[in-house]
């Protein structure tokens, strides 16, 4: 299924159902949306958005369409235009690559610093602001892989998945050895 996004300056832009089936029980309401690298005057049709790649994509709340008063316009399986759904990160520290709802395997190293992360909820203002940024406001960064991920990285030392385990063992004895040394200052206190 493919909606439009109508944008402030009266112009559309257009999203699409990537991927349906998200965890919980409320997840008839939820889908896997992308937003398209489409822009016309126009609405979108089935035609017209033919071959857009998908420029950012999300966990998306249909019931948010009604009130941007934005409409299901049409069905488009994927196979018929060969869209493929682009991989992503479930988080910035895990190293866990999906494709739509699947995560799918432990990224490689090059996908682990560069491919975008997963965004927690969105709705149809979400996929409005980023397509009026990206359409309207000339700012394409606003699609990539934030830089800060890469520094909260390199703040921890992970250049790589494999180094999460070595993180999170540091952690824990920081964490185990805090709680020692809080644990012994009490008992201190009580003598």
Known sequence: MIWDIPLRDGTYSCGRILSVGGEGRRSRFFIWGGLLAWHDSTKPTVHSIAGAEVLWQGNFDIRSLAPSLSMMLGHLPLEVDGLVIPPILTSVLNGEVMIGYEETRKATDEEFRTL?????WEDQGSFRKLAEAVFLDGKSDRIL????????????????????????AKV????????????????????
């Open 145 to 168: 892989r934030r830089a800060d991920h890469n520094s909260l990285l390199d703040a921890l030392g992970m250049k790589r998945p494999a180094d999460l385990q070595q993180v999170e």
């Open 116 to 120: 975008p992360v997963k965004n927690l």
């Open 172 to 191: 824990a004895k920081e964490w185990y050895e805090g709680r020692r040394s809080k644990s012994a200052g009490a008992r201190r206190k009580k003598s």
